[in-house]
């Protein structure tokens, strides 16, 4: 959106200087000074270790569904 208000801004400041231009006014450039970016420090967040699944070795089987019989 940055780019887009400045591109905006320069259209307004030229054609507001053609036009002064015009009746003689001229308008110098003004020179742009931009601040430096500031410094970003990489984040670094810890994770925890998912726990490792216990198997169960008597898990109880899924019991056989009738044909016949609908819910």
């Known amino acids: ?3 887009f208000t400045e591109i905006v801004a320069t259209v307004v400041v030229h054609s507001s200087a053609a036009a002064l231009s015009h009746f003689g006014v001229t308008l110098e450039p003004v020179p742009v000074v931009q601040p430096a970016p500031a410094h970003t420090v990489e ?3 810890p994770r925890t270790p998912r726990p490792v699944p216990q198997r169960v070795a008597n898990s109880p089987k899924p019991q056989a569904v009738l044909a016949g019989v609908r819910a």
């Open 1 to 3: 959106m940055t780019t």
């Open 43 to 45: 984040r670094v967040i």
